[in-house]
Nanobody, 122 residues
Framework: QVQLVESGGGLVQAGGSLRLSCVAS????????MAWYRQAPGKQRELVAS???????TYADFVKGRFTISRDHAKNTVSLQMNSLKPEDTAVYYC????????????????WGQGTQVTVSS
């Protein structure tokens, strides 16, 4: 069984910083892409940033220059450094792992974390 657990959310003032972390645990052989999504109240879930197994990263336009995604392949973790936060960044942030090969069943699946709340006050 593969599980993703996020941490690092909280309340911060506009202009501040937060660092989110996500750990994937279980019988993992490999992970293709790890990503961060977010969902604000009343809105659809949207991609924030992603990083491939080759460390190629992509960002949504609304976070470019402010957020940085990084990955530790040995520890199956992905982090999101969020700087210059704005009130509109307020959302539940979810970690996702795509193309996870687990050694228990030798199948490929995608997994979501349970989410962590980020609130930015003005």
């Amino acid at each position: 069984q593969v599980q993703l657990v996020e941490s690092g959310g909280g309340l911060v003032q506009a202009g501040g910083s937060l660092r989110l972390s996500c750990v994937a645990s279980g019988s993992i052989f490999s992970i293709d892409v790890m990503a961060w999504y977010r969902q604000a109240p009343g809105k659809q879930r949207e991609l924030v940033a992603s990083i491939t197994s080759g460390d190629r990263s992509t960002y949504a336009d609304f976070v470019k220059g402010r957020f940085t995604i990084s990955r530790d392949h040995a520890k199956n973790t992905v982090s999101l450094q969020m700087n210059s936060l704005k009130p509109e960044d307020t959302a539940v942030y979810y970690c996702k792992a795509d193309g996870v090969v687990d050694t228990a069943r030798w199948k490929v699946n995608d997994y979501w974390g349970q989410g962590t709340q980020v609130t930015v006050s003005s």
